[in-house]
């Protein structure tokens, strides 16, 4: 039981209402622009992707050449799209797990209004020419230093939530959460201060930068994903979590292998050979983390398969936990020393990994925790749940699509590079009918998500219908299906909360 029995549930709700009302903006700000990035990262992939296999493509527009497009992509994905979902859902789910209001809403707009800046200057400077050709941190290098200090300014009031919470209140959502908090700075400084500040030998920057693309996936995106699952699960099914032991088990296996992870991308290069085999080693073990949390949040929603066919929310959900799932094959599959880790170490199927990692597994339990927050923040509900289901079908059949094509097409494009006594070309044609399935998937993708940003932009203005049900795909079955669905009691049970 939480404290909150003893104020009595109106004195809860009231909470609650104080604590949406209070992150409205902010949260509404994140998220909006946000999905605006998320459409410019995929004009701009599929603007790359075509030059894969149409090279000639745009090719008297110098700032569009594949080598600025493909970086200014996947930077606006990571650093325009998905830490401002994140920030929207670290906030608002700590607050709420924290039973604490907002208090400072203008200094997280004025933070999100500098972080927009940051990554509009620095997407047009990779476009212009002045990026730094490494992975992921491509931005010049004013930009970094000025989003460390913004990315610490706007999650600074959520570790301060979560350390004046009320006691008894801590739940594992909340640890995942304040592990994103704390490990990011350390991950971000420490690449940028080895990259730029104190320069080594140019194979360990590669190391490096490798190391660092591997920590931001499962240092930062997957922590905040689980952080959204683990919360949704039980919150809308209104069962506990499967097995709180097993949850355990995930979050500090995440902990321990994670940090080890990346460097097998520089398997055969001249360093010492026990540290890629080390990264690749750690990045196979990344598996058990992943299907322990999997496994976990799987079971805890099959346990109520009539909301999970009806709750938008707890679909997107359940879909990113499934590609989670994949993405623990694929980590295994794709780093085996000898085998596969030569054959993908330099193809397409790197680019499937990433995307499915970043787009797959903690887009989908994003979008899933979106369709949650937001009619929460503005008091209104979704407009349509034809433009959910659409946004669904073709984020989940998308996503699928472009990961799998570019993981198998990478594995025969490696195939072919491996052929010494074949050219070049023989290679890169190999990969040719994965590319043009890439480009083909992202122009539906970015058609779902142009309806998706419009449906946001709606609710954020208040368009939307006052409703006190949730958003159902599916009509209930009985009366007293809807409440369940998505009711507003922040503790699931005592599987939920975690051991003191």
Partial sequence: MTTSSATGPDQDALLRVGIDRSLRHPVMFFLTSGAAWLAVSMVLA????????????????????????????????????????????????????????????????????????????????????????IPWLEFPVFAWPVLLATFIVITMGAFIQFRVRPEGHTYISQWYLLAA?????????????????????????AGVAAWYKSALIFLFFTPVALAAAFYLAPKVT????????????????????????????????????WIPMMGAAATVLLAVPLFASGLNLLKTVMSDTQTLSSSPALRFMTAGVVAMLLLGFAAVFLNLPGSTLQLTQFSLSNYGFEIL?????????????????????????????????????????????????????????????ESWQLPWQAAASRAYPYAVATTITWCFLLFSNIFYFIHLTLMWVGLGRRSSHPTLLLKPHHSGSVHGEEGDIDNAGPGHAAAH
């Fill in 46 to 133: 599929i603007i790359g992707s075509t030059k894969v296999h149409w090279p000639s493509f745009l090719n008297d527009y110098g700032w569009l050449t594949y080598g600025r497009v493909a970086p200014a992509h996947i930077n606006a994905l990571i650093y325009g799209w998905g830490f401002q979902a994140a920030f929207a859902v670290i906030i608002w789910l700590m607050a709420r797990l924290s039973r604490k209001t907002c208090t400072n809403a203008g200094t997280l707009l004025a933070a999100g209004h500098v972080w927009n800046l940051v990554v509009m200057l620095g997407v047009i400077g990779i476009l212009a020419g002045y990026g730094t050709g």
């Fill in 181 to 205: 908090i704390i490990w990011f700075p350390w991950i971000f400084a420490s690449a940028n201060l080895l990259l730029h500040v104190f320069p080594s030998h140019p194979v360990m920057a």
């Fill in 238 to 273: 209104g069962r506990p979590v499967f097995s709180y032991s097993l949850a355990q088990l995930g979050f500090w296996s995440l902990a321990v292998i994670a940090p080890w992870a990346g460097m097998q991308k520089l398997a055969g290069a001249p360093i010492t050979y």
């Fill in 357 to 417: 990692a970043l787009y797959g597994f903690f887009g989908l339990v994003t979008f899933g925790a979106i369709y949650f927050i937001v009619p929460r923040v503005t008091r209104r509900e979704w407009i349509s749940s034809r433009l959910i289901k659409i946004h669904f079908l073709f984020s989940a059949y998308g996503i699928v699509t472009v990961a799998l094509v570019a993981l198998f097409g990478g594995l025969q494009q490696g195939i072919g590079e």
